[in-house]
T-cell receptor, first 112, second 113 residues
Framework: DAGITQSPRHKVTETGTPVTLRCHQTENHRYMYWYRQDPGHGLRLIHYSYGVKDTDKGEVSDGYSVSRSKTEDFLLTLESATSSQTSVYFC???????????FGSGTRLTVV | GQQLNQSPQSMFIQEGEDVSMNCTSSSIFNTWLWYKQDPGEGPVLLIALYKAGELTSNGRLTAQFGITRKDSFLNISASIPSDVGIYFCAGQLYGGSQGNLIFGKGTKLSVKP
């Protein structure tokens, strides 16, 4: 268990409202990622972080921002949610000494 | 950008049958990974492959890193109902920026008891 916790697990929000999803890790991993998963598209990278206050854009970053003010927390914010952002969001970390990523359990977000 | 072509998109098989799925790319990767995702959960790493030509097993699962480094396959022998889920391949590069794990779109496996 890589100690990754995503919150909330489920959220329904209205179009135009801001939403923040949280990813919390307990093992001091340097790299953290946010993905979205949609049918027919697989997993697409939104943003990633390579350290405190160090972040970069992924493939589908429009409409999303991130912040990492401390090692353990990586926040994903939708400034003004749209229906196209209805998706399942996964946080991931790069495990120490290993390859690939370890994923959290996901947040199912519905924008109505 | 880089893409992985994973096939088939979905499979409906009878319990006990063997399963084969594969991923191809126009790019070379240094590591190939196979993940399984159960409903309502995040993907979990099944097998990691680090060398061209490598064949690795994990129980009933066998995966191979293609000689050209542009493809990989995953076989599941004697499928059982708990094999149901979505299987993803992923290729990983070294060098460049992080966020360099490229995913296939997944193979959805359904197993009929």
């Amino acid at each position: 268990d890589a100690g990754i916790t995503q919150s909330p697990r489920h959220k329904v929000t209205e179009t135009g409202t801001p939403v923040t999803l949280r990813c919390h890790q307990t093992e001091n991993h340097r790299y953290m990622y946010w993905y979205r998963q949609d049918p027919g598209h697989g997993l697409r990278l939104i943003h990633y972080s390579y350290g405190v206050k160090d972040t970069d854009k992924g493939e589908v970053s429009d409409g999303y921002s991130v912040s990492r003010s401390k090692t353990e927390d990586f926040l994903l914010t939708l400034e003004s949610a749209t229906s196209s952002q209805t998706s399942v969001y996964f946080c991931a970390i790069t495990p120490r000494g290993g390859h690939g990523y370890t994923f959290g359990s996901g947040t199912r977000l519905t924008v109505v | 950008g880089q893409q992985l072509n994973q096939s088939p998109q979905s499979m409906f098989i009878q319990e006990g049958e063997d399963v084969s799925m594969n991923c191809t790319s126009s790019s070379i990767f240094n590591t190939w990974l196979w993940y399984k995702q159960d409903p309502g959960e995040g993907p979990v790493l099944l097998i990691a492959l680090y060398k061209a030509g490598e064949l690795t097993s994990n129980g009933r699962l066998t995966a191979q890193f293609g000689i050209t480094r542009k493809d990989s396959f995953l076989n599941i022998s004697a499928s059982i109902p708990s094999d149901v889920g979505i299987y993803f391949c992923a290729g990983q590069l070294y060098g460049g920026s992080q966020g360099n794990l490229i995913f296939g779109k997944g193979t959805k496996l359904s197993v009929k008891p």
